[in-house]
């Protein structure tokens, strides 16, 4: 019998882990977390959690965690632990030092989807007013860039259009390169239930995943498409939906420009475009098509929900745009139970993305270039702000490479990992002079830092969540930073450092700033999230409890934009030496490269990652389940074991990202969406070989 302490206290605040946002009631007795007890009024997830948010907050007190700040003059010295106030000189001096030797735009900072939306104001806002240019990036580049993207330039928001209640209402559901049994459950579990009291589910996903096929619900129409061939396949349902007459003249009429409209018909309508001109390319048979296009035109209040399967490929802004067409030529766009909605993949991507974390950005999504929005800023910071974007991740690590992009602040990402072509990423950070990693634990990212900075996690400070349905929820301090500060008292503490004149007492004292500045804000503030416990942006005069609906009353860029979406092959090519297709995905109960997942005590983390192959693949490479095999790409190779099943179709293997061990992102490939540079990670040829293990 294991004996837990009862709680004495409990502090209602928002889980770290995934977009949904779960509201949980931490349960404490004096300063010990005795448990996490998923909150009943909670308005993302109405007292359901998952196993994540539930039992994975072990990796708060870890033993692995940093508590101390650390500097060293070379990568290659020990560590040195010093004190915050040398460490923050020490940091604000070298980036001052690089600035005076090479420029000021050799240096520049990532903000974290991890910490708050105050921390990461703070961090673009360090940039932009202290550094002096806008080389600020997160790490939506490598993930819902193109959503951002996409959505922008159909309906003029760069977010999803629904709540998650919308679903209550929805008589068809199409999930597309997405599996939000294993990635967003509970919100899968809202969609199941739908499912089971009627609704029709379409999938589009290359493998037979969870959300095709369990025992709570079971897709109509599963079109398992080839990796990389969104455009056609989504281009191909509106081939039907157009030359079928089903789309919605009325709703076309009203909300959208009728000759952009027809423009676009004739584009779709080209035979080329048809499911039986695409059914070879993708793997689709043109019937399926065909079904899945009818039921979603004619099946009643039809909603489109996506993910990375959408957005990580060299055409991913291609696809969202093709995404929204199809809602607009539907009419299911601007009331319950329809919509277009990404799942965001970390608790607060869309923060950190709201928050002016883009280099052509400032805060709500307002062009750099806009000289009435940087006015703003220049009469609030006073400095004179820079109206040209700045670097891109990528971009930085490419000028760190050719030299002209010297330091860099990463806070709570690790891009090492994360981020595409491990070995550029690698020499670009071997490359500054000093990059400062802003963390919980010495990440991967870390063994190229030059100063350490100790992160708090979300038990130790107050701000807020944004998730994918733009909910902005409380994160409330449930006990005292164990490294001794919140992260945006680090950042603050580091402006002071470079002489900038901070002084937040607290984040309601920031979020007020973020009201004051960015219109879809202007109403949000603690003591309205305290009175209604969450309000969704845009929040302001005009909806003063905020907007679980958007383009309600026609969309926010006035007329819905039709584009044509030309599908164009990736340059990522099979061939005789790489003749499967790799892609990727998770399982429920790790999260990401499993920083925190892996950092708790429970077995039920600890699964490694598997290669999936189809028994035809295996039986060609005499491979047989659970053996060793080599995985290798054109950019590099790894090993792992066999997982054989026909959960995957011929030609296609699949994996897991969650163990540094894999190493996912030596073997995909540089090719990234032609936008925003968001990587191609879904697709990549690959060969698949018997190994030893070594
Ligand atoms: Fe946390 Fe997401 Fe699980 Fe909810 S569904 S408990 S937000 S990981």
């Known amino acids: ?59 708060a007190t870890h033993k692995e965690r940093i508590l101390k700040p650390m500097i060293r003059e070379k990568i290659s010295d020990p560590w040195r632990e010093v004190s915050w106030e040398d460490a923050l000189t020490h940091t604000a001096n070298e980036f001052r030092r690089i600035q005076y030797q090479y420029g000021r735009s050799a240096v520049g900072g990532i903000t974290s989807s991890r910490c708050t939306n105050e921390e990461t104001y703070l961090v673009q806002k360090l940039i932009r007013q202290g550094f002096g240019n806008n080389n600020v990036d997160t790490c939506a580049r490598v993930c819902h860039s193109p959503t951002g993207y ?72 599963h079109l ?49 475009n048809s499911p039986e001109a695409v059914e070879n390319l993708s793997g689709v048979p043109a019937d399926l098509i065909r079904g899945a296009a009818r039921l979603y035109a004619t099946g009643g209040n039809a909603a489109i ?19 929204a067409n199809l809602a607009m030529a ?39 270039s806009g000289d009435s929005t940087r006015e703003i800023y220049e009469s609030l910071w006073g400095v004179k702000l820079d109206n040209e974007p700045g670097l891109r991740i990528p971009n930085m ?46 990440n991967e990212t870390a063994n190229y830092a030059h100063v350490f900075l100790p992160g708090s996690t979300f038990l130790e400070k107050d701000g807020t969540f944004t998730n994918a349905e733009r909910r902005i929820n409380r994160v409330r301090k449930v006990m005292a ?51 209604v416990g969450s309000v969704q942006w845009p929040c302001n005069e005009k909806a003063p409890l905020g907007t679980p609906i958007m383009h309600v009353n026609g969309f926010v860029r006035s007329k819905g934009k039709f584009i044509r979406t030309e599908y164009v092959a990736t340059d990522e090519k099979t061939g005789p030496r790489f003749p499967l297709l790799l892609t990727t995905g998770r399982i429920l109960s790790q999260y990401n490269v499993g920083a925190q997942t892996r950092r708790t005590d429970n077995v039920v983390w600890h699964a490694e990652d598997r290669l999936e192959i189809h028994p035809h693949d295996a039986e060609q490479r005499g491979i047989r389940d659970g053996d060793w095999v080599r995985l290798a ?42 936008a925003t540079n968001c990587p191609e990670y879904k697709v990549t040829a690959v060969q698949v070989t018997p190994s030893n293990g070594q």
């Not at 319950?336 to 999504?365: A, I, K, T, W």
């Not at 994996?655 to 540094?660: K, L």
């Open 1 to 59: 019998v294991i004996q837990i302490g009862q709680p004495e206290h409990s502090v209602v605040t928002t889980c770290a882990y995934c977009g949904v946002g779960c509201s949980f009631k931490a349960e404490m007795r004096g300063e010990e977390l005795v448990r996490m007890v998923p909150y009943k009024d909670g308005q993302a997830n109405r007292g359901h959690s998952c196993v994540k948010g539930r039992f994975a907050y072990g990796y």
């Open 150 to 221: 996409g959505l922008g330039q159909a309906f003029g928001t760069s977010a999803g259009t629904q709540d998650f209640d919308s679903v209550e209402e929805s008589d068809v559901i199409m999930v597309i390169g997405a599996n939000p049994s294993a990635a967003h459950p509970v919100f899968a579990s809202r969609m199941k239930k739908r499912i089971r009291q009627g609704a029709k589910l379409i999938v589009l996903d290359p493998r037979v995943t969870e959300t095709v096929d369990s025992v709570h619900a079971r897709a109509e129409f």
């Open 224 to 272: 398992p498409l080839k990796p990389g061939t969104n455009v056609a396949v989504v281009t191909a349902l509106a081939h039907v939906i157009v030359t079928e007459g089903l789309h919605d003249e009325a709703f076309i009429r009203e909300h959208c420009d009728w000759s952009e409209f027809e423009d676009w018909a004739s584009f779709v309508a080209e035979e080329r």
């Open 305 to 323: 929900y996506y993910g990375l399967g959408v957005t990580e490929h060299s055409q991913g802004s291609t696809t969202v745009m093709a995404i």
């Open 330 to 368: 539907t009419g299911n766009i601007g009331r319950r139970g329809v919509g277009v909605n990404p799942l965001r993949g970390q608790n607060n991507v869309q923060g950190s993305c709201d928050m002016g974390s883009f280099p052509h950005e400032l805060p709500g999504y307002r062009h750099i």
């Open 397 to 442: 690590l490419d000028a760190a490479v050719e030299g002209t992009f010297k330091g860099i602040y990463i806070q709570g990402e690790d891009i090492l990992q994360s981020d595409p072509d491990t070995k550029h990423v690698s020499a670009g950070l071997a490359a500054m002079e000093c990059v400062v990693v802003h963390d919980l634990f010495l």
């Open 481 to 531: 930073p164990k490294n001794g500060y919140a992260d945006w008292e680090v950042t603050q503490l580091m402006a002071k450092a470079m002489g900038l004149n901070w002084s937040y007492a607290h984040p309601s004292e920031i979020m007020d700033e973020i009201a004051a500045t960015t219109p879809s804000f202007a109403g949000v503030s603690y003591d309205l999230l305290e009175e």
């Open 633 to 674: 790409s054109r950019a590099g190779e790894t090993t792992l074991r066999a997982l054989i099943t026909d959960r995957v179709s011929p030609g296609v293997v699949y994996t897991t990202f969650h163990h540094p061990d894999t190493q996912a992102n030596v073997i995909t490939t540089d090719f990234s969406d032609w």
